[in-house]
């Protein structure tokens, strides 16, 4: 935990921590938060612009309505879980999966490193959106799918940063030494490689984030992601595409959410990056 | 302060008061403070101070080759009647090379991979004399005579890799003699190589010295090594000179504590030393104490030593001192 | 005199490593160890001393099996290890430790310097809980450091103490022997003395078996009992260290010994250091015969084309030169 003291120190980290910490925390408490159900459809309240005053006088409408009169704010707020999940899944996929790869090529080379080498050129060849987009068209989207698809298009980062990274390690004086008192090669790999790579690792899975939830929202956008009627922000988007003159506020909203949680997952990344050399420099 | 006696030229190299600062995340840290010390022209000065001592920032700082961030003033840095510090880039061009030549302690990384050791050669020559090419290159072949290379024709034309760690080094002579320098600096030379090779650059700079009236300054660790080289011996610690004597009298009786403990450890000595190591884990960015920098090591160090740094003063024999408890017992001017 | 079992015996060493050439040829053979035959005695200090390129990390690295050898055989206290693998050369492991020369890559900047010294307990199951506390605890005070110390990362510690944690982390495990190598060499010459004390010190106290690697001939003076002089992969003196010293009788060992900067400007400037002509020679092409020969002041026709082998000049002195002093 004096990682947590230590992490409040750097501002990027500060910052970034703080506006994440509003984000989950909004969409925690959406159910409470929003004032209508992101489903609840009011055919008088059509494309309203922000601040608009509902029909009835309880309250206004923050953010305003879509085309058929359902609250942005409140699909804003559901959607965040979404996207968030969406991201975080497959942030965290693609690194475990990366990360298992880079690592074991690195440090036993040989016959492993040939075949990961091979697979990563493999997924390399293949232009990712044009993949995603047949195989979610094929499969139909789904929240699952989705996630599988964005792990798939990035696990590749973390193999060959990690590879990288283990492959300078194994060589270390401290690795010898841990090779002569009789560690075995898994020990020495969690214990000695991995910890060592966190840094680089972290700093690829806020950025990854950030494209995650871009990427998911740009299938949305497309139409291949996630289900239209489910609220998340790709939806969003895709809803707004047609009223970009006129109801600005559909497309803008979703924008400017998924802008601040990217700059978020961005600051965070850099905070621990900071946070990590400084407490292993010399 | 070294009053020259009548008769006596003035020395070719005359510091004083030199002080550099670092700058770092808390403010700037002082590195080196108030050294000084004096090489008249021929004379061999070895600097001999551990890791961190300030020795290698003092020679860099001469030359205007500090890193960014750090700061050099001093009193008196003069080389030959010229302000060293208060130099142009331009005018600082003309000597670095020409009148001072540099020799580092990495001949690895001090030559150019893709360059051949004949280009890398003939390149100072080129800028301070305007040579041609051939004229250069035969010059280059008498200097790798000159330092003890075999076939240098052949050898010019080879790359650095291509040298051993030795071989290495003494292109790096060539290449600081390339310049017909007047004073060369040599940092920590041999430390890299091997001892038997090591006896012979060391023996080769001597030869230089005594052909060509060469003024060279050797900085290492090892004071042993001075011995062979050395007219007079300028022991550094934490940033500011601790002692600085003529060779045959340091070695003999020095006066410092510091340059007795590094004496004692030169010499084989059966006898362990068992002093007690400071326990406490002074963080490496932690700003130079006012008080004597050999302080916590010292078996004599008393409050007024860890309290203020005590100066450099002359003391008998051509000599100084900068240690309360010595110069307590001898009479001695305060350097002025 | 009876003969003890030394602590580790080794015949006929030889190490060949393959060095892939940049044209896609075949890779060169280098010979990095050549028929190596020794024994370290138990409780002694026997320092493996040599110019770069002489083999002597390879050797050491060999004997605490922490390199294959391409031939010869290894016994340690007696039996038999050369083919030793699996979980019985991993147990095994305990009895031997290493100390680098580079206090800044020796230690994972991640980890406290507590798990650090831990390693060899945790790894063969030694201690644990608080049992492993106390143990790391013992081991800082025993090298003259706080234990309280021990949550934090190397980058907070200076290359002395961290010289020291390394030190820590090599006898927590009580092992057998302690291969040193070169690990004073980074070290400032003040600070050598007290960590050569704390050496001595260890070895006293715990009965340790020390493999010394050195090229700083005056500190090898002051701990060994033995040297070994290493030239090309080959050992080509071996004796008791004031033997050695005083009357070495290999040229090579000679040389070196005169190559010895002493203290002393009058002493020093008097006399002739006697250079070795040539360049040291590679070990990808040694020289036939006597690997020393070319730069050899005395070498005959013998020497050319016949390799020397160790012989024993007294009790305690062995020489691999056919005209030895």
């Keep these: 935990m004096e990682y947590w003291r230590a992490l409040r120190r750097i501002p990027q980290a500060r910052n970034g921590v703080l506006m994440l910490v509003l984000i989950v925390l909004a969409t925690l408490i959406a159910p409470w938060l929003a004032p209508f159900s992101p489903m609840h459809v009011d055919p008088n309240a059509r494309l309203l612009p922000p601040l608009s005053p509902m029909v009835g006088g309880a309250s206004i409408y923050w953010l305003g309505t879509d085309s058929i009169g359902r609250d942005i704010l409140s699909r804003l707020l559901y959607g965040a879980r979404l996207s968030l999940t969406v991201g975080t899944l497959a942030v965290l996929l693609s690194a475990a999966f990366g990360t298992l790869v880079g690592a074991l090529s690195g440090y036993f080379g040989g016959k492993i490193d040939d075949f990961s080498a091979w697979l990563i050129d493999v997924q390399l060849s293949f232009p990712f959106l044009l993949l995603a987009i047949f195989v979610l068209g094929a499969v139909g989207g789904g929240t699952a799918a989705v996630v599988l698809i964005l792990a798939l298009g990035t696990w590749v980062n973390y193999a060959r940063i990690v590879r990288a990274q283990v492959l300078s390690i194994k060589n270390q004086s401290y690795v010898e030494a841990a090779r002569v008192t009789g560690a075995g090669a898994i020990r020495i790999l969690c214990v000695h490689c991995l910890p060592n790579t966190l840094s680089p690792i972290c700093v690829v899975a806020s950025f990854s984030m950030a494209q995650a939830i871009l990427t998911e929202a740009g299938l949305s956008f497309l139409g291949v992601g996630l289900d239209p009627s489910t609220p998340s922000w790709g939806t969003m988007l895709n809803d707004g595409r047609d009223y970009l003159l006129n109801a600005w506020w559909i497309a803008a909203m979703p924008g400017v959410a998924i802008g601040f949680t990217v700059l978020a997952v961005t600051l965070l990344g850099e905070g621990l990056r900071e946070l990590l050399d400084s407490s292993s420099s010399r | 302060m070294n ?31 108030d050294v000084s010390f004096t090489v008249a022209a021929g004379e061999a000065l070895g600097i001999v101070g551990e890791s961190g001592s300030g020795k290698t920032l003092s020679m860099l700082s001469l030359l205007q080759l500090l890193p960014q961030g750090a ?19 331009k005018q600082m061009a003309g000597i670095r090379g020409r009148e001072i030549a540099f020799v580092f302690q990495d001949s690895l990384t001090a030559l150019n991979p893709v360059l051949s050791i004949g280009q890398q050669i003939t390149e100072g020559m080129r800028l301070h004399f305007s040579m041609a090419k051939a004229d250069a290159e035969l010059r280059a ?3 790798l005579l000159q330092v003890g290379i075999p ?39 041999t430390t890299a190589l091997d001892v038997t090779v090591q006896a012979e650059i060391v023996n080769l700079i001597r030869q230089l010295q005594i052909d060509s009236g060469l003024t060279v300054i050797w900085v290492t660790h090892d004071l042993a090594l001075l011995a062979r080289i050395a007219d007079r011996v300028v022991v550094m610690y934490g940033g500011r000179v601790m002692e600085d004597a003529r060779a045959c009298d340091l070695f003999a009786t020095p006066r410092h504590p510091y340059a007795a403990a590094l004496l004692r450890s030169a010499r084989y000595d059966m006898t362990s030393s068992k002093q007690t190591d400071p326990i406490a884990t002074q963080s490496m960015e932690a700003p130079a104490p006012m008080g004597c920098p050999f302080a916590p090591r010292c078996d004599e160090a008393d409050d007024r030593c860890r309290a203020t740094a005590p100066s450099l003063v002359s003391v008998p024999g051509n000599a100084h001192v900068a240690c309360w408890a010595r110069a307590g017992e001898l009479p001695g001017t305060r350097l002025v | 005199m009876t003969q003890a079992t030394p602590l580790f015996s080794a015949r006929g060493i030889a190490v060949t490593f393959h060095r892939k050439r940049w044209l896609g040829r075949h890779p060169q053979l280098v010979q990095a160890l050549r028929g190596i035959d020794l024994d370290i005695m138990s409780g002694e200090v026997l320092a493996l001393v040599g110019e770069s390129g002489s083999g002597k990390s390879t050797l050491a690295r060999v004997l605490i099996k922490a390199i294959a050898a391409t031939a010869g055989s290894l016994a340690f206290q007696g039996t038999d290890i050369t083919h030793l693998e699996g979980e019985r050369l991993r147990a095994m492991r305990r009895h031997f430790q290493i100390v680098f020369q580079d206090p800044f890559s020796s230690l994972n900047p991640r980890l406290s310097i507590g798990t650090a010294i831990a390693e060899p307990l945790i790894v063969h199951n030694l201690a644990a809980g608080e049992a492993l506390r106390h143990r790391v605890a013992e081991c800082l005070r025993m090298v003259g450091l706080d234990p309280t110390l021990s949550t934090r990362r190397p980058h907070e510690f200076s290359g002395g103490q961290r010289q020291r944690i390394c030190i820590a982390r090599a006898i927590a495990g009580q092992p057998l022997l302690i291969v040193a190598d070169e690990a004073l060499s980074a070290l400032d010459p003040s600070l050598r003395d007290r960590v050569l004390d704390l050496f001595q010190d260890l070895k006293t106290r715990f009965s340790l078996t020390y493999l010394f690697i050195s090229h700083d001939l005056r500190l090898v003076r002051r701990i060994a009992d033995r040297v070994a002089v290493m030239y090309l992969g080959q050992v080509i003196e071996i004796g008791a260290t004031k033997e050695v010293y005083n009357h070495p009788r290999h040229p090579y060992t000679q040389a070196l010994m005169s190559a010895i900067p002493v203290p002393d400007p009058l002493a020093e400037r008097s006399r002739h250091y006697p250079t070795l002509p040539g360049e040291p020679p590679s070990p990808s092409n040694p020289p036939q015969g006597c690997s020393f020969h070319p730069r050899c002041s005395r070498a005959g026709h013998l020497c050319r084309t016949q390799l020397p082998l160790l012989n024993k000049t007294s009790d305690r002195h062995e020489v691999a030169c056919h005209f030895p002093d």
Excluded: W
């Design chain 2, 3 to 33: 009053t020259p006696a009548l008769g006596h030229p003035p020395p070719l190299l005359d510091v004083r008061g030199l002080s550099i600062s670092l700058r770092s995340r808390s403010g700037f840290i002082q590195v080196v403070s």
């Design chain 2, 71 to 89: 700061v050099a003033r001093a009193e008196r840095a003069s080389y030959d009647g010229r302000d060293l510090l208060a130099q142009s880039n």
């Design chain 2, 141 to 143: 072949v008498e200097l």
């Design chain 2, 151 to 189: 076939d240098p024709s052949l050898r010019l034309r080879q790359y650095p890799h291509e040298f051993s760690g030795g071989m290495r080094q003494r292109v790096c002579i060539a290449m600081a003699l390339a310049g017909k320098p007047r004073l060369l600096i040599a940092d920590e030379p």
